[in-house]
């Protein structure tokens, strides 16, 4: 390859090819003229190889080898597949369809999984896959690279030596199989995402795959950006309209970089190797989409394959799939959902109004009998000897021939003993007109036969229903139900299938889910006893009471029962005796179902009322020997045989060895689902194989039937020469239109189908609108056929509106009269009437789909589904179609089963192949495609697929599917239009228009600071506690809790004031300290950490607290602590000596350097001798602290604490809660940063009340610590962390029995305030106390508080309880409020009702602290905001942070967060900008001053916050959405990446779940935020990362994501 590497261009013809491309895009140029001039230009810089094209003419010709071309036009002749959905010409237009696809493929990013989900075996090595049925982005090779894909330069262009590489096409594809190459053989690297289990890590180490991976997808991303020119070119010649925008830029990066792989790449010609073999870890990796922005300071791309993996995704959506839709009206709040306008080049009718079609006149012949009771009757006892019915084994054997004679016997015995053996004389269990169920296998016919008549001579009413195999099968509940509602409560069986039933340990049949209490009664001869002498049946004519009942199953999975009178029942038999010709002892045989439909019609009853003789072939026998219908028809010279189109092609598959086969006798063989299009190219087959066999072709007869209309219509066995059968090719363009159009131009989508005959005799038929009014359909419009006859059922069993609107029909004429004075039944089939009466369906009103307004029937789209190649990796044809519902419109949704053999790539090519193929001849998009592995879908009694319990099990995440692709970008075309920012209205405009509409402008305060008392007046905190040494020493401030509950230590004013001394001497003496330095305090939560505390502060030091390292995981929290201690500049390192040997140990050096640790003091032994005097400091606007926290983003921030700010905070704090030296308070708070550290080390000092420390981490080892320490202690206020509270609340859930019985009593409990920087989380709030209220928690005990990095602490609500009124209640209750989520998505707030759709509840983060202001300011123009916006919260106190303490000076950063001014408005007052949008809302209620209480609602972060489509977007409401969607899914945590949303689930459960987890996920979103989801990762719990407070750090989740480091079970790429 190397010696046909392209030279580097000069520049010059680089500039001049980009003008052609230019001219290209503009369309100034023909795509031929520009082929021609640049093949021109860069002809001289490529040496053509002997024999091979010019590069131009390759780019458009898929090239077809032998073999592929060989298999283009070579029968299947695979048994696995479902051949009730072979059409040769069918799977021809859809291989044409793909190889067109082929000219506009794109590379499409392969799912990752984790290896141990990968089931399958995988090939030895990569190959390229037989390009003929072009799957998505296949390379365009020509399949010579070594097999082993060792050859290093086998990227960009495909193939390797395939020479493809130059054309521009080529070098564009990323090929599926370099990727999955590289990821099997990086599985040296990480094993985790390696997507199959494939063995080929000899291809040459996962180095030089990487290389080409990295290759080929540079070029693609290089190139996509002028590829859209080519790409909208080729568009316009798919669609013939002109209107296509722009192609939108998903990434929002830029392409055109100055390097120089960029320029080249993006002129499509590989450019990028340096002639000289040069092995791929020697050649410089093109840099992927944004690695430009993404560099680190050496220059190493720190993009990753994941990245490169969404990388390709955003190029897959850069092309606009449709024409776009037009604009539509955004209200100002509903944002309607697009609404799809028809499309007007859309077929239309052009035909008349048609006419209903009459049948012949049904010719009632004398002899016939007046009712099949008499029938029986007669041929009972005329010619008892006469055969009715002979059964086989599974060998084929006859078991048993059941004559007339023995028929009428066992009828009168069935009917006698259900009327008389049942229950009491007095009391019978079964009277006439009495319904009991009838549970007989398919192998026993002649039990079957005996019983059902017997039921008629009775006169109760027979409910055939399928076998119960188990107490769970797929849909025997609905049976069930369709029993209970019938009033079931006996039941027929056979001796054989009693003895199979399941049994209870005690014998008995339990009882099946959801089945009413039956009596089981076994109806045959030996187990029954004579009927008496004197009794005798009373057979009457047939009357318009109800013969039998026939179930159902609906689409929807519930099962109806269709009422078929007695009258109905003969007519019907007369109907089939004649358009069959039936004549007395014909033989018939029959291989369907005797329970129901056409098996039940004709060799039930049909074959009785004329003495037939049936042959029952039972569907075992079918599936041992497929041929043996075809032996039998020929053994008993048989005159008719009833078939499913899937028995003649079992037979086809199977008849290759037989010789004597004969079936001149047939001269009818009705084929039962004739109806179905997709059976015509079985009826053919099966006639060109045995047409040389006597097979005679107007023998074939296809019948429509349905439930309710029995027989529609059944083709007459015509006399020979007639006319030929109808045939009509539909296009299914038209077809989704509801109009015929025969054939179209394309030749690819079309329906071919077969007529069924004319109307039965004595029935009228008319076509109507399949929705809305039975409006009479033109002649060219298709509907549902509609029969007005006796001859079918009369209602759904006890459910009048539904029988009213299928069994009473009045089709309307189009001046809206009805046309015809008799009803009209629903026969659920599509179809039209055609020339010379001829009736065509084409499908059933069950499969219909109805998206974005246009008709699609299931069973086209698993016959496109079944034609793609490979045929055969589908598992016996085994496809589920369905749609179900997401955001107001249907959407395709397909399961196949695989075949146990695929490998992943298998898999997924075919996957991507069956979109592209339904795609091209239906022109819908599929939302889901999933494949489960093979036998696992829910069957039904005769194996076919369950299709209800299949989209329940799908809906309910409960399928297990081994792959699944999601293509929501394609199919979802109804979202509501992007948010379009309007042009910036002034600040001063929004305040006037505030005014104007009445809006207050949204500020607030807490309470003023008031009187000072006696510990107030000291500035420094120092200061207040050598007061309290001196005043109250023994007073004790500090009790620490150990995990057993009991005091570990306490602390007294003294002993805290005297080992401060201690400390600030050590200081002096060891650390040769100055005033001001630094000192980090590394200390585990206690009494310690309070103590160095206030010995830097006797030092004159500041001091820094650090959670020290975690023991467990060193290497992830010592970073941490160092970044701190340097950040920081901290001289020194103040600790205990357990962790000061921590921090130079052998564990910690792998992590850190840690020689360039500072000093690192302990304070275990500290010296004896009398103390230095103390420092005393004398500016009370020094630094007393610095605050340093991880923020959610990721973000270290320190801020600065003056003495000035602390003091002020801790008299603010001691204002509103009230706390005195009499107080006690329980603090569950790590104390680090923030309101924690304040609560834990500053206010007992300041304000003199006890603390009761419990560290948080001792409630890992026993999670009641906390509560019951608040109990024991008797404490009324106390203070703790979300993480606490969840703990508690998943720890203790099944406990407060036990702790009840403890004495665990938290009725004492005033004020629990859970301290947070977020949003309330209400929900875990309203559990806790829901959960604890037992043990005396008062509901309004609970509230929050709200803190930020400017501000430690902002609100804090307390409520009093337990106080009098007239004392004053300190605060009001904390509200709660329900606001539309749509609207806040457009920072508009809007207050709804609960319960409303959309809305979203909000909890009030606590009330002000006193001496604190608030405004909601808008953060891009820093304008005030009015109280119905949301807005950025901006605070005014005297305890704000005085800056951020950082290393380089960013002063912008600085002053912008913590010296804000208004733009507009007050423009003098100086504010803090917290970073969190939120709003404020004066509430009803008043506090102690008499004021109206303003409530602040914090919304989120707004660096957190996402914008897409326009809007702004909060992760933790869509998080919400997706926890709740499957139990399954225990935390969840979602970013954006180049404008895609990736969301990351933690899967609680079996990783073979982790799919089900990707359609809900999807779903949900789209449903509740109309956002589409790029990625859905699916982890192990605890993945995603919390900081201390129990924040999910999104971003270094997102991070983690793209540097591969998650090990995810299952990525799924949405595409």
Known sequence: MADRDPAPLPAEVRAKLAELELE?????????????KRSKLIGAFFPQSPGMDPPMGQERRPPVTPSSSSRYHRRRSSGSRDERYRSDVHTEAVQAALAKHKERKMAVPMPSKRRSLVVQTSMEAYTPPDTSSGSEGEGQGDGDEGEDGEEEDGGGGGGGGGGTSSSREGSIRMEHWISRAMHGTSSTTTSSTASSSSSSTRSGGSGAAAGRLADALAQHVHISAHHHHRQRQRHHHHHKTENHSAPPDVTGYTNNTTSTTGTNAADGIQAERVPGAQTAAQRQTPKYGNAELMETGDGVPVSSRVSAKIQQLVNTLKRPKRPPLREFFVDDFEELLEVQQPDPNQPKSEGTQMVALRGEQLGVVTNWPPSLEAALQRWGTISPKAPCLTTMDTNGKTVYVLTYGKLWSRSVKVAYNLLHRLGTKQEPLVRPGDRVALVFPNNDPAAFMAAFYGCLLAEVVPVPIEVPLTRKDAGSQQIGFLLGSCGVTVALTSDVCHKGLPKSPTGDIPQFKGWPKVLWFVAESKHLSKPSRDWFPHIKDANQDTAYIEYKTCKDGSVLGVTVMRISMLTHCQVLTQ??????????????????????????????????????????????????????????????????????????????????????SLRMLVVADGSNPWSISSCDAFLNVFQTKGLKPEVICPCASSPEALTVAIKRPSEEGSTPPGRGVLSMQGLSHGVIRVDSEEKLSVLTLQDVGTVMPGGLMCVVKPEGVPLLCKTDEIGELCVCTVATGTSYFGLAGMTKNTFEVFPMSHSGAPFSEFPFTRTGLLGFIGPAGLIFVAGKMDGLMVVGGRRHNADDIVATALAVEPMKFVYRGRIAVFSITVLHDERIVVVAEQRPDSTEEDSFQWMSRVLQAIDSIHQVGVYCLALVPSNTLPKTPLGGIHLSETKQLFLEGALHPCNVLMCPHTCVTNLPKPRQKQPEIGPASVMVGNLVSGKRIAQASGQDLGQIEDNDQFLFLSEVLQWRAQTTPDHVLYTLINSRGTIASTLTCVQLHKRAEKIAAMLAERGHLQDGDHVALVYPPGMDLIAAFYGCLYAGCVPITVRPPHLQNITTTLPTVKMIVEVSRSVCVMTTQLISKLLRSKEASATVDVRTWPPVLDTDDLPKKKPPPLYKPSDPDTLAYLDFSVSTTGMLAGVKMSHTATSAFCRSIKLQCELYPSREVAICLDPYCGLGFV??????????????????????????????????????????????????????????????????DLSRVRTCVVVAEERP???????????????????????????????????????????????????????????????????????????SPHSLSLMESGKILPGVRIIIANPETKGPMGESHLGE???????NCSGYFRVYGDEVLQSDHFSSRLSFGDTQSVWART???????????????GERHDALYVVGALEETMELRGMRYHPIDIETS??????????????????????????????????DLVPLVTNVVLEEHYLIVGVVVVVDIGIIPINSRGEKQRMHLRDGFLADQLDPIYVAYNM
């Open 1321 to 1395: 989380r209400i929900a875990l709030t309203q559990s806790f106390s829901k959960l604890f209220k037992d043990l005396g928690l008062h509901p309004r005990a609970v509230s929050t508080s709200f803190g930020c990095r400017v501000n430690l602490a902002i609100c804090l609500q307390p409520h009093r309880l337990g106080k009098l009124a007239e004392q004053g209640t300190s605060g009001p209750d904390p509200t709660t409020v329900f606001v539309d989520m749509r609207a806040l998505r457009h920072d508009r707030v809007r207050l709804v009702e609960r319960g």
């Open 1522 to 1555: 997706v926890i709740r969607t499957h139990k399954s899914i225990t935390e969840c945590a979602v970013f954006t990446w180049t404008n895609l949303l990736v969301v990351v689930v933690e899967l609680d459960g079996s990783e073979h779940e982790a799919l």
């Open 1433 to 1439: 919260i901006w605070v005014h106190s005297g305890h």
């Open 1239 to 1304: 609560l834990w080390c500053l206010c007992s000092v300041y304000s003199g009340h006890q603390s009761i420390l419990i560290p948080p981490s001792e409630l890992e080892v026993n999670p009641a610590l906390w509560l019951s320490s608040v109990s024991q202690y008797k404490v009324r206020d106390t203070f703790c962390s979300y993480s606490v509270m969840e703990l508690c609340t998943k720890g203790l859930g099944l406990q407060t029995d036990s702790l009840k019985s403890r004495g665990v």
């Open 579 to 664: 358009s069959c010709s039936y004549t007395e002892a014909e033989t018939i045989v029959n291989v369907l179902d005797l329970k129901k439909d056409v098996g039940l019609w004709h060799a039930v009853l049909t074959s009785v009322m004329n003495m037939m003789h049936v042959i029952s072939i039972p569907y075992a026998l079918m599936k041992v020997n497929p041929l043996s219908w075809i032996q039998k028809v020929c053994q008993f010279k048989a005159k008719v045989a009833c078939v499913k189109s899937r028995d003649m092609h079992w037979a086809l598959v199977a008849h290759r060895d037989q010789r004597d086969v004969n079936l001149s």
């Open 1475 to 1489: 970073g969190y949008l939120g709003f404020l809302r004066r509430t009803e209620l008043t506090d102690a001053s």
């Open 24 to 36: 290209l895009s503009e369309g100034d140029i023909t795509q031929k003229g520009y082929e021609k």
